[in-house]
């Protein structure tokens, strides 16, 4: 019964972000998903679709390392725990330390994406900003979920499958989100 108590701690503790709003719930690799096709909508010059592709490509490199790095901390986590005297306060400081990095992750994405978004014309500019209206006013399947894939599922390691504005405004593998201003 212990050990099921302590996998019930942190799955609680890995859960605390599931009712979040659904600009909050966006996802990089959903998005990159999509990207392709906003893309192709905009017409991008040689310019724009160079710093487009840098971008993408960092991007895809930035959410590579993350899955890495959580399914390490999966693993450290799921370790500890079938431990004798475990301390679920020294895995709390692990999920602290990885929301902390999430957080400059998210940024460093965000500011990505804006520079693309800046290098847009306003034609541009005002079809991602429909693109990004038609993701918000999706209908959620099930509680607190907006459309795609369920959390944790990767997308083709890295290719797909997380929410985000064009790859960048979403988050992570393993539920992890990184909305405009969120985790």
């Known amino acids: 019964m212990q050990r099921s108590t302590r996998l019930l701690a942190l799955a609680a503790a ?13 996802r990089a690799p959903d998005l990159l998903m999509m990207a392709p096709d906003l893309k192709g909508t905009l017409k991008l010059n040689a310019n724009q679709a160079t710093l487009w592709n840098q971008t993408e490509s ?10 890495s790095r959580q399914e390490q901390l999966q693993a450290r986590a799921l370790q500890a725990l079938q431990a004798n005297g475990v301390e ?25 994406w804006l520079t693309v978004n800046d290098a847009l ?15 918000l006013q999706r209908k959620p399947e099930g509680p607190g979920r907006g459309d795609g894939p369920p959390r944790g599922e990767a997308g083709g390691g890295g290719h797909g499958g997380h929410k985000g504005a064009m790859g960048g405004m979403g988050g992570g593998p393993g ?3 990184i909305g405009l201003g969120g985790r």
């Open 14 to 26: 890995f859960c605390g972000s599931a009712l979040a709003t659904p600009v909050m719930d966006w």
């Open 175 to 177: 539920g992890i989100n």
């Open 58 to 67: 960092r991007t895809r490199a930035l959410l590579r390392e993350r899955q």
């Open 88 to 112: 679920l306060r020294a895995l709390a400081g692990a999920l602290d330390g990885e929301d902390t990095t999430l957080l400059a992750e998210n940024h460093q994405l965000r500011e990505w």
């Open 121 to 135: 014309d306003d034609v541009q500019r005002q079809a991602v900003a429909v693109f990004l209206a038609e993701q």
